[in-house]
């Protein structure tokens, strides 16, 4: 058994004011982190996200 961290992290005021938002794009940063494999932490940017419904 393998077992290993994944940390997603958004910025406040950088990323976002909206707390919700903050939220939503922490998990985005996760989801792409567990995707990489290279590291356990990525940082959210608004590249990572892909679909016009993700900035909403």
Do not use: E, H, Q
């Given at each position: 058994m393998e077992i290993s961290i994944s940390i997603g992290?958004?910025?406040?005021?950088?990323?976002?004011?909206?707390?919700?938002?903050?939220?939503?794009?922490?998990?985005v940063a996760m989801y792409t982190e567990k995707r990489d494999k290279d590291t356990n932490?990525?940082?959210?940017?608004?590249?990572?996200?892909?679909?016009?419904s993700d900035s909403k």
């Open positions: 992290a958004a910025v406040l005021p950088d990323d976002t004011n909206n707390s919700d938002d903050i939220l939503r794009f922490s998990d932490l990525k940082m959210f940017d608004k590249g990572m996200l892909k679909r016009a």
